[in-house]
């Protein structure tokens, strides 16, 4: 890392989500925080959302649901960093939304018009709607941004993914701000279909990250979006400073194709350089947002990781995971956690893990069971760490710094 670019401060100045706790950033946390769980029918369906309450009906008809989620929660996100007019050249604005898995429900609709009534009646949409990118164009057509512009693909990681590129391209010069996050749609017949197969979703339709009865995940859909400026510029600017984005890293297991590696290592490597990247150290964390999944094998390696990354302070700092309110947003996941992280940071109160009833005692971190409480820091600004573990072996660690003066 050159000093040029470590010295160049990014912030988040606007936050957007739409999750099955609603349509915003602060009903996610809310909510979560009031021990609302979002799933029903063993899922976590944004049932709040009609596309039609938010877009128009052009944009309604030709998005795929993920791209449709992905323009609502950048609108939310702009609005609150710039409103209507942007601070700065169009070209000096990036846009990097991810997606795990893109417009599936496009592509079922399509094979079903295919199957009914042959090839030539499949829209011309179809593959505009289904392509991974087609959230990042939507909001950069939407809001006129001309800088660099791409969607992220790394499964469960893509989200953080989207903010650690973010974070990077405002770092190098390449852009004064990013509207970044990620966007997933995948409750669909093949979506549950598929992960029936594997045997990973959790056959009681329960989310119940490091609790001894946990026995699969369980899917959402939604969209979290971030937006990341120049500090500097962001000060000049005058803008409400939400937290920053102090650090950020990314390992592989190179293990298994949807299995964690068992010792969690590679995974507490990333833990380890996202702490350098904010130059600060293991007894600085505040709190960790975990990745959490409510699956044997996940939550155990992410404990180890956490454990062998941070020695013995890992076992002082409250852990909880947003998936024990919304389930798994797949490739909008990193996103979404990071937003509740921010919001954590902004309100000193960390939501519980719901759901965590009988500790597995081979899981002995402090998992906040219950209830919410108070973030605890030592006259600093909070620091706390979001981290994303998906299949293909994708680790992703954020590491954000409340704003001074906050909570």
């Known amino acids: 890392m050159s000093s040029e670019r470590h010295r160049r401060r990014v912030v988040v100045t606007g936050l957007g989500a739409v999750t099955p706790l609603g349509i915003g950033a602060v009903p996610l946390h809310d909510r979560w925080t009031e021990g609302v769980v979002g799933i029903s029918d063993g899922a976590g369906f944004c049932r709040d959302f009609e596309a039609v309450d938010h877009l128009s009906v052009k944009e309604a008809r030709r998005l795929d649901r993920f791209s449709q989620f992905a323009l609502v929660a950048a609108g939310e996100a702009i609005g609150q960093a710039w409103g209507e007019e942007a601070p700065y050249d169009p070209f000096r604005l990036g846009c990097v939304i991810?997606?795990?898995?893109?417009?599936?429900?496009?592509?079922?609709?399509?094979?079903?018009?295919?199957?009914?009534?042959?090839?030539?009646?499949?829209?011309?949409?179809?593959?505009?709607?289904?392509?991974?990118?087609?959230?990042?164009?939507?909001v950069t057509m939407k809001h006129g941004l001309r800088g660099q512009s791409y969607g992220v693909v790394s499964a469960c990681a893509s989200g953080a993914h989207a903010v650690g590129a973010a974070l990077r391209m405002i770092q190098y010069g390449d852009a004064d701000a990013v509207v970044c996050g990620g966007a997933e749609a995948a409750l669909t017949d093949f979506?549950?279909?598929?992960?029936?197969?594997?045997?990973?979703?959790?056959?009681?339709?329960?989310?119940?990250?490091?609790?001894?009865?946990?026995?699969?995940?369980?899917?959402?859909?939604?969209a979290g979006v971030l937006v990341l400026e120049d500090a500097?510029?962001?000060?000049?600017?005058?803008?409400?400073?939400?937290?920053?984005?102090?650090?950020?890293?990314?390992?592989?297991?190179?293990?298994?194709?949807?299995?964690p590696e068992p010792s969690g290592a590679p995974a507490a490597r990333?833990?380890?350089?996202?702490?350098?990247?904010?130059?600060?150290?293991?007894?600085?964390?505040?709190?960790?947002?975990?990745?959490?999944?409510?699956?044997?094998?996940n939550d155990a390696a992410e404990t180890r990781a956490i454990k062998a990354a941070l020695g013995d302070a890992a076992m002082s700092v409250p852990v909880s995971s947003t998936k024990s309110s919304i389930g798994h947003l797949l490739g909008a996941a990193g996103a979404v956690e990071a937003i509740a992280t921010v919001r954590t940071l902004q309100?000193?109160?960390?939501?519980?893990?719901?759901?965590?009833?009988?500790?597995?005692?081979?899981?002995?971190?402090?998992?906040?069971?219950?209830?919410?409480?108070?973030?605890?820091?030592?006259?600093?600004?909070?620091?706390?760490?979001?981290?994303?573990?998906?299949?293909?072996?994708?680790?992703?660690?954020?590491?954000?710094?409340?704003?001074?003066?906050k909570p």
């Open 98 to 138: 991810a997606t795990g898995i893109g417009g599936q429900a496009t592509v079922e609709t399509n094979i079903r018009i295919m199957d009914t009534r042959g090839s030539k009646a499949v829209s011309p949409l179809g593959i505009p709607g289904y392509m991974p990118n087609a959230a990042a164009a939507a």
């Open 191 to 222: 979506g549950f279909a598929s992960f029936h197969a594997m045997q990973a979703l959790s056959p009681t339709g329960v989310s119940r990250p490091f609790d001894l009865r946990r026995d699969g995940f369980v899917m959402g859909e939604g």
């Open 232 to 259: 500097e510029s962001a000060a000049v600017r005058g803008a409400t400073i939400l937290a920053e984005v102090a650090g950020y890293a990314s390992t592989t297991d190179a293990h298994h194709i949807t299995a």
């Open 347 to 405: 309100t000193g109160v960390i939501a519980p893990t719901l759901g965590l009833d009988e500790p597995d005692p081979e899981l002995d971190l402090d998992f906040v069971p219950g209830e919410a409480r108070a973030l605890g820091t030592n006259g600093h600004p909070p620091l706390a760490l979001s981290n994303s573990f998906a299949f293909g072996g994708h680790n992703v660690v954020l590491a954000l710094r409340g704003a001074p003066g």
């Open 270 to 297: 990333a833990v380890e350089l996202a702490i350098r990247d904010a130059g600060a150290q293991p007894d600085d964390v505040d709190y960790i947002n975990a990745h959490g999944t409510s699956t044997q094998l």
